[in-house]
């Protein structure tokens, strides 16, 4: 036997065995197994494995490698040795349906992307017996993703009489019991697929250079028909590929940008420079969240879609006929949904683009009785907001048309507006047509806000010192004071060991300490009062720390949450309160 090395990856293995009771040379058959064929010589068959190195640091693509098709060997041997057969000790059923590789493809080329993988069938001598042998196969038949495995029969004049086969597994037992009922043949089929089998993941993990494989670009957002990418400089060279893939693989997508430039560093609007790699440069979009729809320009206006959940999460603290402050609206993620609550919000954004399509918002999802748009500086509005509010008396009239009977109006679902219990009353009168009653309810916007929302993370906390001496001036009658979410970015947390003294398993745990310290110590030196890490509604200078989500590999995103302590909000200022305000502080606990 000799052995001859290829690199580190692969090995090739000559082994020579003179059978002098056959005169047979190998030969392929589909499955890869040997079969006799007429030869005088020596019977000599070369196996190549193809294998890579456990200490490989791409070791994600390595299940590409095992599967015998590394480009550069296979295409040698297939060349120099047309009667062998690439074989690796590990292929399992998963590496059968895996695409080609088309390693450093640039231009895709759908058409290198089909692949036929050799099954057995049972075909099915009467279509009414497809259930019952499909139960009785039962994990014999293939099970794979995106594939049925009840298929037409591959015989052209049988497939035209609408007869069938069920595909099985490769490593199925026979069925034999169904063949001895003559309820099936088993039979070899030829299953062929094509580019729009595979996933995108499939597809570019074929296509990505293993030293460029490992992280697989998937990170991707959708906003509406447009898919948003922030591509690593590793992908750069395959960004249009990558782009036409994702087209390909996402039917509701037009258009595939990439972010050339990091988000709020340079534009105070939060928009952000980009570059269109496939479809067409149209970035208007509508997109739901909530039971809520919003117009707007992507590429001028901030918007999230991995935020959906957060803004649900404080929305849902929001009790109808309560006063939002929303200081950093955008257009209005927080507001409309409130506003469907039959929550007074006032919204504002400095953006006059998110201002238009807030107002825009506003009118779509028929919330402008709740809702009010403002174009204003946040700091400037948190105080404008808050004296503006305590002077106006307004009361909105809920007109709702109930049913005749009391039968029908108990299965009625009515409105949030029509469920406020806030101070209302009822003025039935009798409708002239179909007997109906009208019913008007009333209800008071409150003096004081509830919430104050300030979502800008990464200068939201600068805004806080805008709430010393808010009410110097001002008469609340006893109102409980606002709460404030504030939205910040901090360090993301090491890992930690866990105390085990308790039996509780686990070794390590992230829990965000030195990050709510750093977030409190920043929210005290704005408010001029000390505040620590607590419950909201226990000790007076608690702060409530959400985590939100990650932005960076050592940074995320937190929301705090904290009521405004009395001694902050009454103090007199001499001036008003700019970014010196902290200066002029209350006297500390």
Known sequence: MLVYSIRPLASICWRLKRDSTRTAGPRMTRTGSTAARASSGPRRTLIIFASVSDDNPASRSQRHDRRGEISPYSSISRYLFPE???????MDDEDMFRPPLALGMKILDRAAFQKVVPLKAARVFENKNISKIRSQLGKDALQQERLANVLPDPDVERAKLGKKCILLRPDAR????????????VIPYDLRLTYDYWTYHDIISAILPIDAQLEIPSGFSQVGHVVHMNLRDAYLPYKHLIASIIMDKNPGAKTVI????????????????????AGEDDLNVTVSEAGCEFRFDYSKVYWNP?????????????????????????????????????????ANDLNPESYACLTDAVKLNHVGEFVRPFNEDGRRFIRDAAAQLLQEERVIEIKQKSPRDKKSNDATTVSAVAQLQIRQQENPSRGKKNNETVTVKTVAQPKVFQHYVLNLPASALTFLSSFVGLYENAQTAGAPMPIVHVYCFSTKDEMSPLDNSNGS??????????AEQ??????????????RPGKIDGTPGAVEIWDV???????????????????????KTQTSPDATAAANAPSQP
């Open 84 to 90: 062998t057969h690439v074989r690796t000790p590990e």
């Open 505 to 514: 398993a686990g070794t390590t745990r992230t829990d965000n300490a030195s």
């Open 306 to 346: 991995r935020l959906s959940t957060e803004h649900r999460r404080l929305v849902d603290m929001f009790k109808p006929g309560e006063a939002v402050c929303d200081v950093m609206a955008g257009i209005g993620p927080f507001a409309v949904p409130a506003g469907k609550k039959g929550v007074f919000v006032w």
């Open 174 to 185: 026979s069925p034999d019991d169904l063949v001895k009922q003559e309820l099936v043949a």
């Open 518 to 531: 750093k977030i409190c110590a920043e929210i005290s030196q704005q408010l001029g009062y000390t505040m």
């Open 549 to 571: 989500r990650d932005v960076a590999p050592k940074k995320r995103m937190f929301c705090a949450s904290f009521r405004l302590p009395e001694e902050v909000v009454f103090f």
């Open 258 to 277: 990439n972010k050339i430039d990091d988000v709020g560093e340079e534009n105070e609007f939060r928009t952000f420079k980009y570059e269109v790699l």
